[in-house]
């Protein structure tokens, strides 16, 4: 099995940045393609940004396109997303996902929560 387990979460200022970490354990010698998704209250589950196991291909949200970047480190089964300029409207709880292609997740991390203060 595969384990996927977030961190980096927690309050931040209007404006400012927040680095979340994804690491992966279990069975991670399967070349996965990993994605930050998230969810605010009362909204659906959106991608944030996604990334191909080689770091090739990359898509991001129009939403956050600039101010985010993801990122990954094979070596050390880790995906990050880097974020910077937070708005409001960035508070959610944030879900890492691997699968075998692009688009098709179906392993999931627990989320971690982020909250940027207005």
């Known amino acids: 099995q595969v384990q996927l387990v977030e961190s980096g979460g927690g309050l931040v200022q209007v404006g400012g940045s927040l680095r979340l970490s994804c690491a992966a354990s279990?069975?991670?010698?399967?070349?996965?393609?990993k994605g930050w998704f998230r969810q605010a209250p009362g909204k659906e589950r959106e991608l944030v940004a996604e990334?191909?196991?080689?770091?090739?291909?990359?898509n991001y949200a129009g939403s956050v396109k600039g101010r985010f970047t993801i990122s990954r480190d094979n070596a050390k089964n880790t995906v990050y997303l880097q974020m910077s300029s937070l708005k409001p409207e960035d508070t959610a709880v944030y879900y890492c996902a691997a699968g075998h292609d692009l688009g098709g997740y179906v392993y999931w991390g627990q989320g971690t929560q982020v909250t940027v203060s207005s």
């Open positions: 279990g069975r991670t010698f399967s070349r996965y393609a």
């Open positions: 990334i191909s196991w080689s770091g090739d291909r990359t």
